[in-house]
Structure formats: C-alpha cells, structure tokens
C-alpha cells in the first residue's frame, strides 16, 4: 500500500528555510510513472499547488514561489524534500506531500499534512 | 495560471439528496480536471479524475462530467459521510491550480 509521511520543523523562524521530507512507501520513487508534489493549504483557507519533481529530478514549480523554492528528490531513500527559503507569516500553512499521476496529474495518495508555522 | 472557480462556495442539503458542484475554468482545459473531498484536520481524498472516471474504491453515488471549461461533480444521494469540502483541480498546465472549495453541510 503506497503511504506518503511528511516530516520537519513545526515552527520556523521568519527569514529562515522552511525544510520538509516526504517519504515514501509501499512504492519506489525511482520506478518513475508518478511526479512527486507539494501542495499546501493555508489556515481555514483552499489548496495551493507548490510544485512536482519526477524521479530524474525534473521538476515544476509555481511561479510564485519560483525564487524561493527547491525541491529535490533521494532515491536511494525513496524520499523527496521541499526547501522554501526567506519565509513570512504568509508562509503559514499545513504542507501536504502527494503521488501526482504522471499523464492526468491526478493526486491519488497524500500524505496526512504537516503545520509548518512561521513566527519569532 | 488557469483560474478556477466553483459554485456554490457552500451548500445546505438532506441526506438523500442530489447535489451538484459546478467548476469553470478561465480558459479550455481539455478533461484534464479532478475532484478532491476534504474532511476537517484530513488530506484531500481523490474522487473523481479525468473530468469523469471514478477513483477506485470511490462510491459511484460520485460522478463528474464535462469538459473544456465547464465540469460537474453530482452525488446522486448524499450519505452522512458525504459533508465536507470538494475542491476541483485543473491538470491540465502548471501550476496546477486548485478551486476555492465548496462546503457542503447538512440542513
């Protein structure tokens, strides 16, 4: 059974890196087929696709983070990480990890979400 | 970026009830569309892909149509389980962009 856990710093200080990992099991990131994404959902607010990154390292992300985000992918730990740097308040959020179907770009497995808080 | 945007942004229904959603894109994005259900404090759970084919595992009480701008998601008879919030998403180009969400809560 595929299963995606985010993991990381719950609070960050304004300024800094928001780090997080997503790691997979149940299926291997390098037998390809899947984009690895990132979405997150502000407080009592709606979704917000951050960015994908397939097995090779390709990846796409939103515009609006474009300057400040990287996020890389660790096959020999079936994982795969977001960096988002210079955070604000706005950074704010519950940050999800997801399977993204490779054609249709459907997000079939999530993980169960992680509040990243940002604040001195 | 594609807009998306959903109607009703909430919604009072019995169960038993039809209900339907309605998402319109701002510009064609083939059936590249998905329906997602959100519970409180959950993941999204995906119900619907493709504009209409049903996840697997999904009731078929679930169902969507449309394409190009225009899509649906329609519960054929609401179930207790079935309150919470529907998001539709376009795959279509990213960044792929989610709608606003529409709540759906019992009357």
């Known amino acids: 059974q595929v299963q995606l856990q985010e993991s990381g710093p719950g609070l960050v200080k304004p300024s800094q890196t928001l780090s997080l990992t997503c790691t997979v099991s149940?299926?291997?990131?390098?037998?390809?087929?899947?984009?690895w994404t990132w979405v997150r959902q502000h407080p009592g607010k709606d979704l917000a696709w951050i960015g994908n990154?397939?097995?090779?390292?390709?990846?796409f992300s939103n515009p609006s983070l474009d300057s400040r985000l990287t996020i890389s992918v660790d096959t020999s730990k079936n994982q795969f990480s977001l960096k988002l740097s210079s955070v604000t308040a706005a950074d704010t959020a519950v940050y999800y990890c997801?399977?993204?179907?490779?054609?249709?770009?459907?997000?079939?497995?999530w993980g169960q979400g992680t509040l990243v808080t940002v604040s001195s | 970026d594609i807009q998306m945007t959903q109607s009703p942004s909430s919604l009072s229904a019995s169960v038993g009830d039809r209900v339907t959603i309605t998402c319109r894109a701002n510009?064609?994005?083939?059936?590249?569309l998905n329906w997602y259900q959100q519970k409180p404090g959950k993941a999204p759970k995906l119900l619907i892909h493709?504009?209409?084919s049903l996840q697997s595992g999904v009731p078929p009480r679930f169902s969507g149509s449309g394409s190009g701008t225009d899509f649906t998601l329609t519960i054929s008879s609401l179930q207790p389980e079935d309150f919470a919030t529907y998001y539709c998403?376009?795959?279509?180009?990213?960044?792929?962009?989610f709608g606003q969400g529409s709540k759906l809560e019992i009357k």
């Open positions: 997801a399977r993204g179907g490779a054609t249709a770009g459907k997000l079939d497995y």
């Open positions: 149940g299926v291997s990131i390098s037998s390809g087929g899947y984009y």
């Open positions: 990154i397939y097995y090779t390292g390709t990846t």
């Open positions: 510009q064609r994005i083939n059936s590249y």
């Open positions: 493709t504009a209409s």
């Open positions: 998403q376009q795959s279509y180009s990213t960044p792929y962009t």
